[in-house]
């Protein structure tokens, strides 16, 4: 990621309302911070990870297929729209951690329910179930803030002094 990009993410993050610092921390265990980063199985795409029905639902009308072609600053626009979407989704709060953040990307439909994303026998369950730490059945914002620290290193760390640098 550029200097030109890392300013551009922030600012369009701040934007919203949202921290770039947990931002940055759960699109690094998404995707490294990779913008051209395509998950083959389930197509989803890009910095956050976007599924072609999500991008559709945000406004998105180019081909899903190839949203990872923009880069960042062509993703921003969708990023700013799914992260508004996100706070809605919690209540108008903005979440102000990485555990939160990551259930909203992970299953926003399950918000009402506190803590817990995802319950074994659910939709989502079956393809995360090595979020669910101890095996109680379930995948809480624990176990999503266990997962997302674990994968900070290397790029978030380096992302993180990238933000320090433009920032200053």
Known sequence: MTDDDM??????VRAVGYDPRVVLQ????????????VNPATHTQGLAQLAPDTLKALGYT?????????GVQGQLPWIQALLRSQTAANGGQV????????????SPSTMGRG?????KGEPGYAANASLDRTGKGFVDED???????AQ???PYFAALEQLARVAA
């Not at 300013?7 to 369009?12: D, E």
């Not at 759960?26 to 980063?37: F, I, K, M």
């Not at 176990?143 to 620290?149: I, N, W």
């Open 7 to 12: 300013r551009a993410l922030a600012a369009a």
């Open 26 to 37: 759960v699109y690094n265990a998404e995707s490294q911070l990779d913008p051209s980063v």
């Open 62 to 70: 180019g081909d899903p297929l190839q949203f990872h072609t923009l």
């Open 95 to 106: 979440p102000t951690t990485p555990g939160r953040l990551m259930h909203l990307q992970l």
């Open 115 to 119: 803590t817990v994303a995802l319950v």
């Open 143 to 149: 176990d999503l803030t266990a997962f997302v620290s």
């Open 152 to 154: 900070a290193h290397g």
